[in-house]
């Protein structure tokens, strides 16, 4: 999965826009970034912007920003209702898919130090980018705001963690860190009652409610008030009445989805509003959501169902949004909403994009490209699907109920072999490209001739590597498919031989593009190395493919 982060740094200007202008033109000036959105308060002066993309790209972005931000923003003339303490008041990294929390916070340390050092602004870290705990809360950190960091910025508890420890009347100081995915989710009650609402709220969010008996705050031995707390981890939520709907939702926080995902929120409060004789008719997402959190749900829900999870990324989406209610109040457009599809650039997609005869044309066509790399690794991908179908027929056949999680998890396997060999297609053909684009580089300078030589270099290790990926993954991808022909559904025993040949294709014609391209490559060591792993993937693949015919050569008995 492609490492993904958001970041969402707050800007001390609300009410220019030319200068916001100017700030989110340095975010899109970065390859790789995507702005999603700009969102400036006047009453505040402030503007929320975020922007999602690459880690290295993402903190290209915000160190312009905040450059530019610093260049154009004056603090020691401005006021606004929200607490504030730079130009560039707070700048929090994301983890959106594909990374962890500690990759991220180390990204957040490397731009911290980036503005540190060369834009001399005071840096503070916060949440887990801080690795000192007694000053890693944000609001503990700007407590006293501009007015009062003249003389903060001096106790040697406050010294920066990055910058001078001088504070900067213009543009003062930053706080930059990593945090959590927040997700603002609505779910939707058949109730108009805010009361109802906020005792289901109370019920689930983590704070809960104080304890009260005849109407009265019961309190501890410490005389404070007794909290039962609610039911849900990581869930801020409050009940209201939204007239243009007419009708209640909980409204909700969900601070961090590793703890509480969407599905576990909208499943207990189902839980909760049926026990006060209310129903749930739908939710709604505000903003954008990661595809993971969208996946999880689709599964959670085949699996309520016992049914196999092995099943594509679009029926997963479908599945979520039809479970969780998301199209009830508006529709749900998975391509805007989902962060992902928002980065997606059709040209890495455009063969598996096509139909079926225009991949035929194409690939007949006189160009040299798809060629025997891309084909191999779409019939490898076809032979994973069809091992893919064999489980999930198997989890769904009547009969072998008890046997439908053994099957969904082998559908799942099968699953992400397609999925990975499907982006090979393209890849495969990508990596060609790079090959003719290096060769037609200038060579009319010695400096030219050795850069054009290295770029070679290169895109070939790439077309030598692409394949070669290839050949692993249907090697792997025999596996499910034997699985599935000696324990799946008889009926389909054939299909699973047919999965069992193109597996084999895959691997050989693969193979092939590993060799031809090989013979270009100067590192001989490398070559030598990956040929000889190469054919010893090819005879594994030779020998199960040929165990795996043998079998159902006999199941079918004719």
Not at 119 to 127: G, K
Not at 388 to 404: C, E, F, I, P, Q
Request: hydrophobic fraction near 40%; charged fraction near 25%; glycine fraction near 8%.
């Amino acid at each position: 999965m492609q490492q993904i982060i958001e970041c969402v740094p707050n800007f001390s200007e609300g009410n220019d826009l030319g200068i916001i202008k100017q700030i989110t033109d340095q975010v899109e000036s970065v390859d790789g970034v995507r702005l999603l959105n700009v969102d400036p308060g006047k009453a505040t002066n402030r503007t929320v912007v975020t922007f999602v993309g690459t880690p290295e790209a993402v903190i290209e972005a915000a160190y312009r920003a905040i450059k530019k931000a610093g260049e154009l923003i004056d603090m020691s003339k401005h006021k606004g209702e929200h607490p504030r303490m730079g130009a560039t008041d707070v700048c929090p990294l994301i983890p959106v898919s594909g990374i962890s929390m500690e990759e991220t916070a180390k990204y957040a340390q490397q731009l911290a130090k980036r503005v540190g050092e060369e834009l001399q602004i005071p840096v503070y870290l916060y949440e887990a980018a801080q690795p000192d705990k007694s000053r890693n809360n944000l609001s503990v950190i700007r407590s006293g705001e501009y007015e009062g960091f003249f003389k903060k910025i001096k106790l040697p508890e406050w010294k920066p963690d990055f910058g001078p420890a001088e504070f900067d009347a213009k543009r003062g100081g930053t706080v930059i860190g990593a945090r959590d995915f927040l997700i603002a989710y609505n779910i939707n009650l058949n109730t108009t009652s805010t009361r109802r609402a906020n005792a289901i709220a109370f019920d689930v969010r983590e704070a809960g409610r104080t304890k009260k008996v005849n109407g009265k705050v019961v309190t501890g031995e410490d005389g404070k008030p007794v909290v039962i707390p609610g039911t849900l981890k990581a869930v801020k939520a409050i009940g209201w009445y939204i007239e243009e709907y007419g009708i209640a939702q909980i409204s909700m926080n969900l601070t961090n989805i590793n703890v509480t995902p969407v599905h576990i929120a909208f499943d207990e409060v189902c839980k909760k509003a049926d026990e006060r004789g209310i129903r749930v008719t739908g939710s709604e997402l505000v903003g954008l959501v990661p595809l993971s959190a969208m996946l999880e749900a689709g599964k959670y829900f085949l699996k309520k169902q016992q049914r196999s999870i092995g099943v594509s990324e679009k029926e997963l989406v479908k599945i979520a949004v039809k479970s969780l209610g998301l199209d009830e109040l508006a529709p749900f457009k998975p391509e805007e909403r989902i962060i992902e599809y928002l980065l997606r650039n059709p040209a890495d997609s455009k063969l598996v994009s096509m139909k079926l005869t225009d991949f035929a044309d194409e690939t007949a066509s006189e160009s040299p490209a798809p060629g025997g790399g891309s084909i191999s690794a779409y019939v490898g991908a076809l032979g994973a699907s069809l091992a893919t179908m064999v489980a999930n027929l198997s989890s769904h056949k009547v009969g072998w109920d008890d046997r439908w999680e053994e099957f969904s998890t082998w559908a799942g396997k099968g699953e992400n072999f397609k999925n990975t060999l499907v982006k090979l297609v393209d890849e495969d053909t990508n990596a060609f490209n790079r090959i003719m684009a290096a060769f037609a580089l200038p060579k009319a300078t010695e400096e030219e001739k050795k850069a054009r030589t290295s770029a070679i270099q290169d895109a070939t290790r790439y077309a030598i590597e692409v394949p070669f990926k290839v050949m692993q993954t249907a090697l792997a991808s025999l596996e499910v498919i034997q699985a599935m022909a000696e324990t799946g559904n008889p009926n389909s025993v054939s299909d699973a031989g047919v999965g069992a040949l193109c597996a084999r294709t895959a691997v050989m014609g693969a193979f092939m593009n590993v060799r031809i391209n090989a013979s270009g490559y100067d590192d001989k060591n490398f070559v030598e190395n990956i040929i000889a792993r190469g054919k010893e993937i090819e005879a594994k693949a030779i020998a199960i493919e040929a165990e795996i015919v043998s079998f159902v050569n006999k199941k079918i008995g004719i």
